[in-house]
């Protein structure tokens, strides 16, 4: 046998394993064999690793219109078990034995599906890092938000060598695209416009956004908002100038509408991003944690320094 196919195999079979989960320890005497994952950014952290033959299905990507060609081509031979967030009988009846989701990624706080409702039908749950801060004090966003995460489901899995490649990999290209960005100008001001238009739904400083926006060599004008996605007024944006508009891609309202909703609207006239026709577009996938994110830095960052 060779020594690599031993090594996987040895770690394999290294169970129970415990990983913690926000708040939770959360243990494992066997790798799930019926997983579901909620949202596309989920399910394409599962795909990353190759887990499809251990998945029962995913949830919550169509109503939301955030499916993609690429995901498309990737779980064509798994079912959408639920378009929106799924019950506990959708879980129960793909008879689920994981569920890969995030506190407002398939999970609401006092909902129906939860950790502590899933344990009686003994469903475990994994909660995407970036989602804790709903339920408990975390660090600012970072990229180790979306690395552990990866790091847990190779643990979770019996797949730690290949999550650990993986991960290992993302940090080497974003160290070696890192050290491109230019040291000296003035970070330019990032506005993350998601969704609305009474009040924008943008990006705190718990959100992945915050993390991939620094990354690329700017910064959050929401960074002081200590929130994740969060709803907040248009006289703040106005007020903090941002230099650079970032669109996130998703939903019945297109990307296009929503540059077109800011450019004919009076009150964002003397805004720098709009006169300046500075708009990036990032789709659903990328602007959430996923193994998307890395390309999504780069090409922040082409529009952020385009000298």
Not at 154 to 169: H, P, Q, R, S, T
Not at 204 to 231: C, F, H, K, Q
């Amino acid at each position: 046998m060779p020594a690599l196919l031993a090594a996987t195999t040895a770690t394999a079979l290294a169970y129970p394993v415990t990983v913690k989960s926000c708040n939770r320890d959360v243990t494992f005497d066997a790798a799930p064999m019926r997983a579901v994952s909620n949202d596309v950014n989920l399910t394409e952290m599962m795909l990353a690793l190759g887990l499809t033959d251990r998945m029962a299905g995913y949830t919550g990507v169509s109503e939301w219109k955030t499916l993609d060609e690429t995901l498309r081509a990737n779980v064509e031979q798994l079912p959408e078990l639920s378009p929106d967030y799924p019950t506990k009988e959708v879980l129960l009846g793909a008879d689920a034995d994981f569920y890969f989701a995030g506190w407002n990624y398939g999970m609401r706080v006092g909902g129906e599906v939860t950790p502590e409702t899933l344990a009686a039908f003994d469903i475990a749950v994994y909660e995407l890092t970036e989602s804790c801060i709903h339920i408990m004090d975390k660090p600012k966003s970072s990229m180790d938000d979306m690395y552990v995460d990866l790091l847990n489901l190779g643990i979770i899995f019996g797949v730690e060598d290949k999550a650990e490649a993986l991960v290992a990999g993302y940090k080497q290209e974003l160290a070696d695209f890192s050290a491109t960005l230019p040291a000296s100008e003035t970070p330019p001001k990032v506005f993350v416009y998601d969704s609305g238009e009474d009040k924008p739904f943008t990006a705190g400083r718990y959100a992945i956004p915050t993390a991939l926006i620094e990354a690329a060599g700017a910064s959050n004008i929401m960074d002081d908002v200590a929130s994740s996605w969060v709803e907040v007024g248009w006289e703040p944006v106005i007020e903090r100038n941002p230099d650079v508009v970032v669109i996130v891609n998703y939903g019945d309202v297109t990307a296009e509408q929503k540059i077109a909703f800011m450019k004919d609207n009076a009150a964002f006239k003397d805004i720098p991003a709009v006169v300046n026709d500075r708009f990036v577009v990032l789709e659903y996938v990328e602007a959430t944690p996923g193994p998307r994110n890395i390309a999504a830095i780069k090409r922040l960052a082409a529009a952020f320094h385009p000298k």
